[in-house]
């Protein structure tokens, strides 16, 4: 080698050298240390006993399914191998990585609609990539997940959380820098990922404390807070490449002994009551199992009196909270028990179709007020049982005051005009509840007003 050569690669070194400094330095500052998926990985690449029971999915199944229930239950070592956003393609290879020690003798898989829609980022999948183990499958993951443009911000995470808010946030990269620098966060401690209103439990379940209010609802808002009155299904949004994953978990649980079954998770009544098309969507599920000879149980279709779908039971419109998320673990340790065994009986969990759930839900779901245009008068919306008719109870009180005064009694009446109101603020409530019912209220929904 020429000495120009060898000057040329010793430079190169050193610019390889101060580079990767550079990038670890901006790591450790900018990547958050409170990541779930961090230890999530940790622990299962660590799994020294046998995994009997696996999940996979998205958010709404490592907050709504406790494998400690179903260790307990059933005296087994089950995993929730899930993350947050989790795409079709990350299970995938998740659960690659989970058969090279593992052969569960179940695997519950997460199936939604919005698992079905194309994504057009993978900011999570990120995520999942960057604790996954350097292996083939890590260069397979990368070749189905990413697109080539992004091969490189997936190989540098501190690239995944560079933009301008994290690179004028010293204060966020102190607080970064900070936790990686506590024992536990070398350790893998739960402490490392605990939040004041959620934390990690352990094999894959989060606790969140957060829960919407009982019997007030309101309007039906997705998990970001972006208020919406209607789901819609559109086969027009499934991606090709989401169908082509979900068969591919499929054989490869076949393959390696287990039993796939899809399952989709328990949605608050208001949002399904907002699901107007439930059934075009059932139709479509059914034929996807029908063409991969799997079985598939939907938790939203649950009775009742096996799982009440109380609002405290959930922490936004899609999540269960952790309350709800241990009782659904009973009951859903008890049905795969009863599965396993062949005891399993359908009508004893779920009502047959959408519309049979519905005629079956003899209450008022929800309410909400909206001002109609710049009239003064606000009208009361629901969703509720097909069958319910909903009459409406309307109360106020100034904002000082402690007890509301009956403004109209209940009636079917679902309008108020505050015209009559004084100037001043106040709070406007309406309760909601079926004609036949006796409750006081099954709903309500309060709402500040002002007049000047």
């Not at 939203?300 to 009196?305: D, Q």
């Not at 179709?353 to 839900?361: A, Q, R």
């Not at 909400?368 to 009208?379: A, I, S």
Request: charged share 25%.
């Amino acid at each position: 080698m020429t000495i120009s050569k060898t000057k040329i690669f010793i430079k190169v070194i050193i610019f390889a050298i101060i580079s990767s400094l550079i990038f670890f330095m901006l790591e450790f500052l900018l990547v958050p240390s409170t990541i779930y998926t961090r230890v999530m990985m940790h622990e299962l690449y660590n799994q020294k006993e046998p995994i009997d029971i696996a999940f996979i999915g998205a958010s709404r199944i490592y907050r709504g399914i406790n494998p400690q229930v179903f260790d307990e239950k059933l005296n087994v070592n089950s995993f929730n191998a899930s993350s947050s956003a989790q795409v079709v393609v990350d299970s995938y290879y998740i659960l690659k990585e989970m058969y090279k020690k593992h052969s569960p003798k179940i695997v519950l898989i997460d199936i939604t609609w919005s698992r079905l829609f194309t994504k057009e980022h993978t900011t999570q999948s990120e995520k999942v990539f960057n604790y996954y183990k350097f292996s083939q499958n890590k260069f397979l993951y990368l070749r189905d997940a990413f697109d080539s443009d992004r091969y490189i911000k997936a190989f540098i995470p501190a690239l995944q959380y560079a933009n301008a808010y994290s690179m004028i946030a010293p204060k966020t990269m102190l607080k970064n820098a900070k936790g990686k620098l506590n024992m536990d966060y070398f350790t893998y401690d739960y402490a490392s990922v605990k939040y004041d209103d959620e934390w990690y439990v352990g094999k894959g379940f989060v606790y969140s404390e957060k829960s919407l209010k009982e019997k007030n609802f309101g309007k039906v808002a997705s998990s970001d807070e972006v208020r919406i009155e209607k789901q819609i299904w559109d086969s027009e949004r499934v991606g090709e490449k989401n169908i082509e994953f979900f068969e591919k978990i499929i054989r490869l649980c076949k393959e390696n002994d287990s039993i796939p079954i899809l399952i989709g998770m328990p949605s608050p009544m208001p949002f399904m009551g907002a699901f107007n098309n439930y059934s075009d969507y059932s139709a479509f599920i059914e034929d996807l199992i029908s063409k991969n000879n799997v079985d598939y149980f939907d938790f939203n279709m649950i009775k009742r009196n096996v799982f009440e779908r109380k609002d405290n039971y959930f922490n936004d419109s899609v999540h269960l909270s952790g309350e709800g998320g241990q009782l659904f673990s009973h009951v859903l340790s008890e049905f795969v028990s009863k599965y396993l065994d062949g005891s399993l009986k359908m009508d004893d969990y779920f009502y047959p179709s959408y519309d049979e759930l519905m005629k079956n839900s003899s209450y008022v779901f929800n309410v909400w007020l909206e001002e109609e245009g710049n009239t003064n008068t606000y009208k009361a919306f629901t969703y509720a049982g097909s069958n319910v008719v909903t009459e409406f109870e309307f109360l106020y009180k100034s904002i000082n005051d402690e007890e509301f005064t009956i403004l109209r009694p209940y009636s079917e009446d679902a309008t108020i005009e505050t015209n009559e109101f004084k100037n001043g603020s106040y709070i406007i409530r309406v309760n909601a509840r079926s004609k036949d019912s006796d409750d006081h209220f099954q709903q309500y929904y309060e709402m500040k007003y002002s007049k000047k």
